[in-house]
């Protein structure tokens, strides 16, 4: 790894550390209260606590620190990312076909569209009392919310890339002799995956937003539980301490998926370095 790799990522945390060496000291010095914004020392012993199984100690030899450490968060996380994948999958996989086939199809964009177009602008925290109603409280509500919530940034950017296809790629197609469906095939199709690529990456993102309010009203675990519960209790630093594990495993998919459409777009010319 080259001095200009190291370089830029080291680069990357200089602004967070300012920012965390700042509160640490107006904590230190009494600026802010603690029990509204808690310092990072004690976000930190906090964060720790949520995140060690009880597993990890012996109840024989320490029962207090058992006790102190829930373990809570290794629960709250995978509840919070099966929900996100179940619900994703749904939506990407209703808005990936129907919007390859608005994007090829004239007919079927010009009668689908005006309903795409009033739905879209709806958030899906709109749809909770409906959630609610028509799934009642557990996983279901909060699948619902995130599969609306993945749907539409997977639709309009796959309609987006079809429909923008250079129109030089389907001319000399025609002129080679190619029918309607090789066309669609082996030229609309690669040609708008950098676009599907995007939206799924969008739709990841905002299924992760919606799984945090979703988990708020209708479920009793994960990572948006979790920072309700801590704010009835007046938990500052748990509250921070769930922020801040969100914030990371947000980080930690986005990154992935970044990475996996560099893989994937390794032929597109903008990645070609």
């Known amino acids: ?94 808005a990936l076909p129907l919007g390859l086939s608005m994007g090829s199809s004239r007919r079927m964009y010009d009668w689908l569209n005006p309903l795409m ?41 796959t309609i987006a890339g079809v429909r923008q296809v250079d129109g030089i790629y389907l001319r000399a ?15 609309m199709l690669p040609a708008a995956v950098p676009y599907i690529l995007s939206g799924v990456r969008i739709g990841i993102g905002t299924a992760f937003i919606v799984v945090i309010v979703s988990e708020m009203i209708a479920v009793n675990n994960g990572l948006g539980f979790r920072i309700l519960e801590a704010r009835e209790y007046f938990w500052s630093d748990k509250i921070i301490a769930g922020m801040i594990s969100i914030g990371l495993l947000g980080l930690a998919i986005d990154y992935g998926m970044n990475k996996l459409n560099n893989h994937l777009l390794r032929w597109h010319r903008g990645l070609e370095n």
Do not use: C
Request: proline share 9%; charged share 10%.
């Open 1 to 94: 790894m080259t001095l200009n790799f190291w370089r830029q990522r080291v680069a990357g945390f200089v602004v967070p550390a300012l920012i965390i060496l700042l509160w640490q000291v107006s904590a230190m010095l009494g600026w802010v209260n603690p029990q509204v914004l808690p310092s990072p020392v004690a976000v930190l012993r906090k964060w720790v606590e949520y995140a060690l199984p009880l597993e990890a100690f012996n109840p024989a030899s320490s029962s207090r620190l058992v006790w102190m450490f829930s373990g809570e968060l290794p629960h709250d996380a995978f509840g919070s990312m099966y929900r996100v994948v179940v619900g994703f999958a749904l939506g990407a996989g209703l």
């Open 117 to 157: 177009q009033l739905l879209r602008p709806i958030p899906p925290i709109a749809y909770i009392p409906l959630a609610i109603l028509w799934f009642g409280l557990g996983n279901a509500p909060a699948v619902f919310l995130i599969a609306l919530g993945a749907f539409f940034p997977v639709l309009m950017n």
């Open 173 to 187: 197609a025609r002129n080679l002799g190619a029918s309607q469906r090789t066309m669609f095939v082996q030229v």
